[in-house]
């Protein structure tokens, strides 16, 4: 019986120990992840290279003690444990309160993505008076175009040398000319900026019901009552950018060009903006 009880007790140990650790290893690498996303590369490095000495110090205290026995070892290893969950808690801690801060490249910084909190009611507002009612299915935008085209009420949008629309699955290339406008003066600013002919992405454009209803099953922000209906909306990529030569340290460059110049044109009176970071995009709808 004793020894029954002392085989629960080692194996709950044990159990608690390797989820423990699964949890915290899974934190980090969730946390690194996003700090590759929001910090430059120089600064993701320095941390990773910080937990590298973190793991190696406790490694070192856990091979001097392990000789005193399992249970003294358990409640050293478990510092192993703790080390990835605080390193997960403070990158995050950084990322809400200094990484979310988009210098510009001439000014003072500012909280340009926690400006970018224009939410769905007031974008609906502006996409109802600026748009085009719902299509139903991609039949019904190909058959309407050319009329719509001639209206001057839809227009074609492609890459070009000034942004790159990626392969839509769950979109339309089609937007209001006002959208199309709108995407030529973000372009236009953020190269300038740049001083480059780096391109943003698009990556989602118009879209019908049917694509709504498809992308409810797998993407939590999909509305029902979606801007993207109106041909008003666009989504921009924070995180992926075009170059002929890009090198990964310019990316955090590219991301703070990109948001001066939307916080610009947001504070113009523009387009209306919502920053979506499960999808790593700006949710724009034109004003």
């Given at each position: 019986?004793?020894i029954?009880?002392?085989?629960?007790?080692?194996f709950?140990?044990?159990?608690?120990?390797y989820?423990?650790?699964?949890?915290?290893?899974?934190?980090?690498?969730?946390?690194?992840?996003?700090?590759?996303?929001?910090?430059?590369?120089?600064?993701?490095?320095?941390?990773?290279?910080?937990?590298?000495?973190?793991?190696?110090l406790?490694?070192a205290?856990?091979?001097?003690?392990?000789?005193?026995?399992?249970?003294?070892?358990?409640?050293?290893?478990?510092?192993?444990?703790?080390?990835?969950?605080?390193?997960s808690?403070?990158?995050?801690?950084?990322?809400?309160?200094?990484?979310?801060?988009?210098?510009?490249?001439?000014?003072?910084?500012?909280?340009?993505?926690?400006?970018?909190?224009?939410?769905?009611?007031?974008?609906?507002?502006?996409?109802?008076?600026n748009?085009?009612?719902?299509?139903?299915?991609?039949?019904?935008?190909?058959?309407?175009?050319?009329?719509?085209?001639?209206?001057?009420?839809?227009?074609?949008?492609?890459s070009?040398?000034?942004?790159?629309?990626?392969?839509?699955?769950?979109?339309?290339?089609?937007?209001?000319?006002k959208?199309?406008?709108?995407?030529?003066?973000?372009?236009?600013?953020?190269?300038?900026?740049?001083?480059?002919?780096?391109?943003?992405?698009?990556?989602?454009?118009?879209?019908?019901?049917?694509?709504?209803?498809?992308?409810?099953?797998?993407?939590?922000?999909?509305?029902?009552?979606?801007?993207?209906?109106?041909?008003?909306?666009?989504?921009?990529?924070?995180?992926?950018?075009?170059?002929?030569?890009?090198r990964?340290r310019?990316?955090?460059?590219?991301?703070?060009?990109?948001?001066?110049?939307?916080?610009?044109l947001?504070?113009?009176?523009?387009?209306?903006?919502?920053?979506?970071r499960?999808?790593?995009?700006?949710?724009?709808?034109?004003r």
């Open positions: 019986m004793n029954r009880n002392i085989d629960i007790r080692k709950a140990f044990k159990f608690t120990y989820l423990t650790t699964f949890i915290g290893l899974g934190l980090l690498v969730w946390a690194l992840h996003h700090a590759y996303l929001y910090f430059n590369i120089a600064s993701a490095l320095w941390i990773c290279l910080y937990i590298a000495i973190a793991v190696y406790i490694f205290i856990i091979v001097t003690t392990k000789r005193y026995g399992f249970q003294r070892f358990i409640a050293h290893t478990l510092m192993l444990q703790l080390v990835p969950i605080a390193a808690i403070s990158i995050f801690g950084l990322i809400s309160n200094d990484c979310t801060t988009f210098t510009p490249i001439n000014g003072r910084a500012s909280q340009y993505e926690r400006a970018f909190n224009d939410l769905q009611d007031k974008q609906k507002a502006a996409a109802i008076a748009g085009l009612s719902p299509f139903k299915s991609r039949a019904e935008i190909e058959d309407s175009y050319k009329k719509l085209r001639l209206a001057r009420k839809l227009v074609l949008i492609e070009n040398p000034k942004y790159i629309v990626r392969e839509l699955t769950s979109s339309a290339p089609y937007v209001v000319p959208v199309r406008d709108l995407l030529d003066d973000i372009a236009t600013s953020f190269q300038e900026k740049t001083q480059s002919k780096a391109r943003f992405i698009v990556t989602s454009v118009l879209r019908t019901e049917e694509d709504v209803a498809k992308l409810r099953k797998t993407n939590v922000n999909a509305s029902t009552n979606s801007c993207h209906c109106n041909a008003t909306t666009i989504d921009i990529s924070y995180v992926r950018f075009g170059m002929d030569k890009f990964p310019d990316s955090y460059q590219l991301r703070l060009a990109l948001a001066q110049t939307l916080h610009e947001r504070e113009e009176g523009r387009c209306y903006v919502k920053i979506e499960k999808q790593y995009c700006y949710h724009i709808t034109v």
